[in-house]
Nanobody, 125 residues
């Protein structure tokens, strides 16, 4: 059973940076897509970024493009989300998720079948 554990969240001032990590444990392979999603209080879950674990190609939500970077370390079985230029509207619980590659780099939560617990990111103005 694969488990995903996020870390790196916290409180940061607007304009600051954070780096989130998502470590995968258990039986892992490279034939998956990994995604970051976020959910703010009272709002629906929102796609942030995704990466093909084997190939390394990526997609981003328009709201974070140019500020956030998703990457992976296949040796450490981990993905990362480098967040720069943070804004108060980036405040949310950020979760990583894994999905099969047959759906491609999907922005839909339904394309991912394993989720982490999430890590809180709070950006103060």
């Amino acid at each position: 059973q694969v488990q995903l554990v996020e870390s790196g969240g916290g409180l940061v001032q607007a304009g600051g940076s954070l780096r989130l990590s998502c470590a995968a444990s258990g039986r892992t392979t490279l034939n998956y897509v990994m995604g970051w999603f976020r959910q703010a209080p009272g709002k629906d879950r929102e796609f942030v970024a995704a990466i093909n674990w084997r190939v390394g190609n990526t997609i981003y939500a328009d709201s974070v493009k140019g500020r956030f970077t998703i990457s992976r370390d296949n040796v450490k079985n981990s993905i990362y989300l480098q967040m720069n230029g943070l804004k108060p509207e980036d405040t949310a619980v950020y979760s990583c998720a894994r999905g099969p590659t047959r759906y491609g780099l999907s922005r839909l939560g339904s394309a991912y079948d394993i989720w982490g617990q999430g890590t809180q990111v709070t950006v103060s103005s």
